[in-house]
């Protein structure tokens, strides 16, 4: 054996304390470690690649977390998360507060709906119900015709609901009566019809055989009266008006013209032409009316002259032919 010279063993053990010894890199697996997969050439686990002195990549943000921020910033409170898809990305579902104005026009909506329905429930029940059909129906105002015979003529109304019965409707049943000249027509919940007859003003009586017509001022026969002394109206020929129609139209249309006072005195009228209409009172009394001109005024001035105390029951003719100037003698 041959001894190793001092210096050179004083040297390597003076370098050994100067360098630092380098770590040894292993070919194997380390002791007490699991490889990731046996048998295969995997790769290590992100732990191992650390421990091995390798870097591992950050993992990528979370697809929610910005809008988790953003609630967060804002103040929200972020609502219920949905389940994430299938790619595994996760959605967060954040709820705004619904703006006053929106509020108020939804719940106007909503009232306005209601109250359409109601008026259509309240509708339906008022002109399809049966609890509001008519039942009753009295008439009024009727003198010239029989008010038995016009209750008779509205039956047909019965048991049609009141709000679908009017004027109208009631003028269509009695039209036919020629003294009606038109109808009032009141409901009275829940069943009763109120009808108001509003006949044709009679100025005269005409003779016709033995008979007796009340006319209108057109003419228009309204009813018949038994016995002349019924009807307080001046009486007309009625062989002489059918001669000449125009005369005819003249008489009683002077007669529309008077006043119901002064045609309570008149006891006839007549006319050989249209210009010259007479009318013979019931105390003698004659008044020349000549034509159909100014009649207002001509009626007028006669009801203040028969008024007169210098003329009334005094006088034997009034002419007022000439309105503006009257005369009596």
Same mark, same amino acid.
């Given at each position: 054996? =041959?001894?190793? &010279? @001092?210096? #050179? *063993? $004083?040297?390597? %053990? !003076? ?7 380098? /770590? ?15 048998? =295969?050439?995997? &790769? @290590?686990? #992100? *732990? $191992?690649?650390? %421990? !091995? ?7 990528? /943000? ?26 595994? %990305? ?8 619904? /703006? ?230």
């Amino acid at each position: 054996m =041959t001894a190793l &010279p @001092a210096p #050179a *063993a $004083g040297q390597a %053990a !003076a370098s050994g304390k100067a360098e630092t010894a380098k /770590p040894v890199r292993s070919t194997g697996p380390a002791a007490g470690t699991r490889p990731s997969q046996r048998g =295969t050439g995997a &790769p @290590a686990s #992100a *732990a $191992g690649k650390s %421990a !091995a002195g390798k870097s591992v990549p950050a993992s990528p /943000p979370r697809p929610g977390a910005a809008a988790d921020l953003l609630a967060r910033w804002r103040g929200l409170r972020p609502g219920p998360s949905h389940p994430s898809p299938a790619g595994g %990305a996760d959605t967060t579902v954040v709820s705004f507060p619904e /703006p006053p104005r929106r509020k108020t026009r939804r719940r106007l909506l909503i009232a306005a709906g209601s109250v359409v329905v109601l008026l259509a429930v309240l509708m339906s029940v008022i002109f399809l119900s049966p609890a509001l059909a008519v039942k009753t129906i009295t008439v009024e105002g009727a003198d010239l015709t029989d008010s038995a015979t016009l209750s008779e003529a509205l039956e047909p109304l019965k048991g049609i609901p009141l709000a679908r019965v009017g004027e109208r409707e009631v003028a269509a049943q009695v039209d036919h009566f020629p003294a009606v000249e038109s109808v009032e027509v009141v409901a009275k919940p829940p069943s009763e019809l109120h009808v108001r007859i509003i006949e044709r003003t009679p100025v005269a009586v005409l003779k016709d055989g033995k008979k007796f017509v009340l006319i209108d001022e057109s003419g228009k026969a309204l009813a018949s009266v038994r016995k002349r002394s019924e009807a307080k109206l001046p009486l007309i020929d009625g062989a002489k008006a059918a001669e000449d129609s125009d005369v005819f139209a003249s008489i009683t249309g002077v007669l529309g013209a008077l006043q119901p006072e002064v045609l309570k005195q008149l006891d006839h009228a007549s006319a050989r032409s249209v210009d010259s209409v007479e009318l013979q009172l019931t105390n003698g009394q004659k008044v020349l009316w000549g034509n159909a001109g100014q009649q207002e005024l001509k009626a007028t001035v006669l009801q203040a002259l028969l008024q007169a105390k210098g003329v009334k029951g005094k006088a034997s003719v009034i002419d007022v032919s000439t309105p503006t100037r009257p005369v009596t003698r």
